[in-house]
C-alpha cells in the first residue's frame, strides 16, 4: 500500500512529539504494517485516508493507537543476558553493603514495554534469597505506551515469549500456565509496578533510584532529545546510583551528566560535580525531613 511522503512527514511528526522518537525514511517502510491492523478495525480503506481523519481530528482515540502502533515494543526476559551478569557482579554486591542499613533498593526499568526487563529483574533477586531476604526490593517499570503498560500489568506471556530468554526451570518456578499463557506468580508481581510515563517528562522519583535500566529505548532520539532523556535519567538517580543502556549504546558524545564505570563494562554512574550539588540536595532533604 503507497503512503505519499506528506501522509508519512505527519505521521512522523505525530511520533515525534509525542515520544521523541523519529522515523528516519530508512524506518519509514514500518509504517504499513505497523498501521494495518488499525485500518483493518476501523474499516479505512488507506493510509492517506487515515491521515486526513488524524489531521481533521474526528477521532481522538486514534492518534494515541497510531503512535503506539509506530513504537518499536521488541522485548524479551533477560534480554542480551550480560548486563543482568553485570548487574549481580558489579552493582548489587556494591549496593548490598551501602544500602545494608536500610535494607531496601529502588530500580527503574524505563521504556520497559510489555514487562519482561522488569519482572527478569525481579527473578534476579528472588533467585538470591539468602542474600535478598528481610529486604525491600521496588522494581518500577514504566513506558510512554499504554497497551504495553496494560500488558505489562497482566503479567501473562505466551509460551513463545516464555521460551524467548527464560530456561524451562525458570519458566516452572516463576510462572503458573492459565488458560491464556504463562502468567507470573503473585509474589513477583507484587515487587514490580507499572506506570505510563514519557521519559522526556520529569522523572517518576527524582534522585531516588540506585538502579536505571534505559535499554533500547533512545536510539531513535535526536541528539537534542538523547541529551534531554539522560539528564531526566541523571537527575532520578541516588548520587551513587547505577545507569545501564542497551548493547551497542551509549552515553559518550550524549551527555556531561553521565560517564562510564571504570570498575564496569555497560555501566554508568551520575557524573562527579553533578554528585556535589546532588548530594548537597539530598542532605538538605534529609535535614528537612529530621
Ligand atoms: C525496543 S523497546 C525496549 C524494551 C526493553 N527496555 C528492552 O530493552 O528489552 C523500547 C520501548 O521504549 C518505549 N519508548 C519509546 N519512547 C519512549 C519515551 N519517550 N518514554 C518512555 N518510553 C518510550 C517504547 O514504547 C518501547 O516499549
Not at 43 to 59: A, H
Not at 99 to 122: D, F, H, N, P, V
Not at 271 to 282: L, T, Y
Request: proline share 3%; net charge positive.
Amino acid at each position: 500500500m503507497q503512503i505519499s511522503d506528506s501522509s508519512s512527514r505527519i505521521l512522523a511528526g505525530l511520533l515525534e512529539a509525542r515520544t521523541g522518537q523519529q522515523l528516519t525514511m530508512s524506518r519509514r517502510w514500518r509504517i504499513e504494517t505497523a498501521l494495518s491492523s488499525i485500518l483493518r478495525e476501523r474499516g479505512i480503506g488507506t493510509l492517506d485516508e487515515l491521515i486526513t481523519i488524524l489531521v481533521m481530528g474526528k477521532d481522538p482515540g486514534l492518534s494515541n493507537l497510531v503512535v503506539e502502533a509506530l513504537l518499536n515494543n521488541e522485548t524479551y526476559f533477560f534480554r542480551d543476558r550480560t548486563p543482568f551478569d553485570v548487574l549481580q557482579r558489579h552493582a548489587l554486591p556494591a549496593l548490598a553493603v551501602k544500602r545494608a542499613a536500610k535494607k531496601r533498593l529502588r530500580i527503574w526499568s524505563a521504556g520497559c514495554s510489555t514487562g519482561q526487563e522488569a519482572y527478569s529483574l525481579a527473578m534476579l533477586f528472588a533467585e538470591q534469597p539468602d542474600q535478598w531476604n528481610g529486604w525491600t526490593i521496588d522494581i518500577l517499570g514504566t513506558d510512554v505506551s499504554g497497551s504495553v503498560i496494560d500488558r505489562a500489568r497482566n503479567a501473562t506471556y505466551s509460551q513463545f515469549e516464555v521460551q524467548r530468554g527464560l530456561a524451562i526451570t525458570q519458566t516452572i518456578r516463576w510462572f503458573e500456565e492459565t488458560a491464556d499463557g504463562w502468567r507470573v506468580v503473585e509474589p513477583l508481581r507484587k515487587s514490580v509496578r507499572f506506570h505510563v510515563h514519557n521519559l522526556l517528562e520529569l522523572p517518576p522519583g527524582p534522585g531516588s533510584f540506585d538502579i536505571v535500566l534505559c535499554r533500547n529505548v533512545l536510539l531513535y532520539l535526536s541528539p537534542e532529545k538523547k541529551a534531554l532523556a539522560f539528564e531526566r535519567i541523571a537527575s532520578s538517580m541516588a548520587v551513587d546510583g547505577y545507569f545501564m543502556l542497551g548493547a551497542g549504546e551509549t552515553v559518550i558524545g550524549q551527555t556531561k551528566k553521565l560517564h562510564a564505570d571504570g570498575k564496569a563494562r555497560g555501566l554508568y554512574r551520575v557524573d562527579n560535580r553533578d554528585k556535589s550539588d546532588r548530594r548537597a540536595g539530598d542532605e538538605r532533604r534529609s535535614a528537612s525531613r529530621a
